[in-house]
């Protein structure tokens, strides 16, 4: 077998194996030497990447979500959300990435999901964190070295997250905002930038030659990952006024960085929106372009506008492609999936996706707490992350593991499932007289309303008598 196996030509091979998953593409590895040497090319992983992706007939569709449960604190937990396409009113299926003992406590959290950029996701948080989940890859990034210049402290940072196909390296951009140590106040417009390079596995200053066009300000409430031609991109502004507030003297701009040349650039934008404090705008990836979806912070129905860059080289060529709505159960918008359905979470913090198209609503079955709620679409990927010049504690593996978490609310009676960390699970064997029974058992510990309970549950194995 193995050897008529062999006989076929290597691009035919290859052309057939682009369309399968990874999860059946790491089994294949072990045919023969030949696949092996296939599958662990890595221009067989980029091809791989673009044309598995792009299959329109798929079984499912499934995303990567972010949150903070009920009663979690601040341990955030990485899920994976499946579905059928075929059936709108399907239900969902959850799995959550489990990493190491190391990042599975409060201590550890992240905040955005970034991505896909080639299969591979940035976690902003503490720690930094680049992951593959489709190969169970998760390396935590180093610390940056670097400190504010001299009177001035960062208090807030902004991530971007991409890929330079010249040198094959993941970059990630940070912007830090500067305030004066003396009296605690903004320096309004000023940043400075680091650049984290995974093929260094190191940080360093973006000097003189990316230079930040300023001044500008970052807006806090766009936060869907939006990656095109290379560039990152956040939703930013210029202002006349120290104010914040004012919003008459206030400009919307797009603030981009090219992962290739490490260079920033302002694109301009029409007025799209007319009150800050009564619109929300979120920056979206658009079929190669960027777009912008402006909605009421108000209101139980609302209407969606959709412009779109269509040139994205050109700042005039800005138009509004289309309206959507009247929709209800909109509170915030956080992801963008296709070009025509959108994730928001509603009132109580439920995830939500809606098709401009079909008109139809799907109830994605999980809830999160403290606008903890990030989305981005998940992508099968066999790019890895390994460079070879990592630390030990720096690339660990992580696994898929059922999620309880799935469909459950702060009112519902097993809240206590969102504590994992505190399941204990063990294996028993008992006798009794003449007969043999082992049994797992699992242990969970939990606090509801301010009492502790200790809950168990037994699961029988096997069970034999003596005399059978």
């Given at each position: ?170 970059k990630v951009v940070v912007i830090k905002d500067l305030w004066l140590k003396e009296t605690d106040e903004r ?282």
């Open positions: 077998m193995v050897g008529s196996l062999d006989l076929l030509p290597r691009e035919l091979v290859s052309k057939i194996l682009s369309r399968l998953p990874v999860k059946l593409l790491l089994r294949c590895k072990c045919v023969c030497k030949s696949w092996f040497d296939i599958i662990t090319d890595p221009h067989f992983a980029t091809n791989h990447y673009v044309v598995y992706n792009n299959i329109e007939e798929v079984e499912e569709e499934e995303l990567l979500v972010i949150r903070r449960p009920f009663l979690s604190g601040l341990k955030t937990y990485i899920s994976l959300l499946s579905w059928d396409p075929k059936e709108p009113k399907g239900s969902v299926s959850s799995e959550i990435l489990n990493p190491p003992y190391d990042y599975d406590s409060d201590h550890k959290y992240w905040t955005e999901i970034m991505g896909p950029c080639n299969g591979i996701y940035f976690l902003e948080g503490n720690p930094n964190v680049m992951m593959n989940p489709s190969l169970r890859e998760f390396k935590a990034l180093p610390e940056s070295q670097f400190t504010t210049p001299r009177g001035t402290y960062s208090f807030t940072d902004y991530s971007g997250f991409g890929f330079d196909p010249k040198t094959n390296d993941f320096k309004p417009g000023y940043w400075t930038a680091e650049l984290f390079s995974l093929n260094s596995n190191s940080w360093r200053k973006l000097e003189d030659d990316a230079v930040l066009p300023l001044p500008f300000e970052i807006w806090g409430s766009s936060r869907v990952y939006t990656y095109v031609n290379h560039c990152c991109h956040w939703w930013s502004y210029v202002s006349n006024s120290v104010d914040r507030r004012k919003m008459q003297s206030t400009r919307d701009l797009v603030l981009a960085f090219n992962h290739v040349n490490e260079c920033f650039r302002k694109i301009e934008l029409p007025r799209i929106r007319y009150s800050r404090e009564e619109e929300f705008a979120t920056l979206v990836p658009f079929e190669g372009t960027i777009g912008v979806i402006v909605y009421p912070v108000r209101g139980t129905e609302k209407v969606l506008d959709v412009w779109i860059m269509k040139d994205y080289w050109n700042d005039e060529s800005w138009v509004k492609l289309y309206s959507v709505g009247p929709v209800m159960v909109v509170y915030k918008l956080v992801g963008f999936y296709g070009s025509d359905r959108f994730l928001w979470k509603d009132s109580n913090e439920r995830l939500v996706m809606y098709g401009s198209e079909s008109k139809e609503m799907r109830d994605l079955e999980v809830y999160g707490k403290y606008d903890s709620l990030r989305a981005a679409r998940y992508t099968q990927s066999l790019v890895s992350l390994h460079r070879g010049n990592e630390f030990p504690h720096q690339f660990v593996s992580c696994c898929l593991v059922p999620d309880p978490l799935l469909n459950q609310t702060d009112t519902d009676l097993i809240s206590f499932l969102l504590h994992l960390d505190k399941a204990t699970m063990c294996v028993t064997e008992t006798r009794h007289g003449s007969q043999t029974r082992i049994s797992s058992i699992l242990f969970l510990m939990y606090i509801e309303r301010g009492l502790f309970y200790l809950y168990m549950h037994e699961k029988i194995i096997y069970s034999q008598n003596a005399h059978e």
